[in-house]
T-cell receptor
């Protein structure tokens, strides 16, 4: 079966750095997405990786290793507004998105 | 309108009733999707449409139907609601079928009693 694993919850301190990991086992791979979802709101797109390596976008970076079935989202200079769930999704061989359950990130002052 | 809208925002429904959730986008995206989101689970695809006039089944299609008469609208119908369909429903769209980033509507919170 297809599976996306992420930690359920993480806690970090304002101003610090946090890394949210995602491992996947899917039938084929055609890209990996990270989305942010604040409580009670819709998911919003953060990043997309299809080749191995690091993609940097401001305070957020995303890394992919296809051989390891692994990705991480790195958030720097954490702000209180970064408190949200972070969803990892993999596009499979049918070009459908398979979603992880999400990681709830709690930021403490 | 800017982006994707969904209606209603929330709804409480008696089991056995018929319900249509509405989704409209003004971005001229080709593809549209319906997901449900349940606590502790990832988003699960119910139905999708890669272009107007075509639809396909996702991971959890049973009990749901969709239509895509035009580019902008993609309604989801529950023919006879059951309590297990209590969930938050998100509509999404993307530019070029399933190859592009999906953008989500604000969601509909549905409770079936």
């Amino acid at each position: 079966g297809q599976n996306i694993d992420q930690p359920t919850e993480m806690t970090a301190t304002e101003g610090a750095i946090v890394q949210i990991n995602c491992t996947y086992q899917t039938s084929g791979f055609n890209g990996l997405f990270w989305y942010q979802q604040h409580a009670g709101e819709a998911p919003t797109f953060l990043s997309y990786n299809v080749l191995d390596g690091l993609e940097e976008k401001g305070r957020f970076s995303s890394f992919l290793s296809r051989s390891k079935g692994y990705s991480y989202l790195l958030l720097k200079e954490l702000q209180m507004k970064d408190s949200a769930s972070y969803l990892c999704a993999v596009r499979d061989s049918n070009y459908q998105l398979i979603w992880g359950a999400g990681t709830k990130l709690i930021i403490k002052p | 309108i800017a982006g994707i809208t969904q209606a209603p925002t929330s709804q409480i429904l008696a089991a056995g009733r018929r319900m249509t959730l509405r989704c409209t986008q003004d971005m001229r995206h080709n593809a549209m999707y319906w997901y449900r989101q349940d606590l502790g689970l990832g988003l699960r695809l119910i139905h999708y449409s890669n272009t107007a006039g075509t639809t396909g089944k996702g991971e959890v299609p049973d009990g749901y139907s969709v239509s895509r008469a035009n580019t902008d609208d993609f309604p989801l119908t529950l023919a006879s609601a059951v309590p297990s369909q209590t969930s938050v429903y998100f509509c999404a769209s993307s530019v070029k079928g399933s190859t592009d980033t999906q953008y989500f509507g604000p969601g509909t919170r549905l409770t079936v009693l």
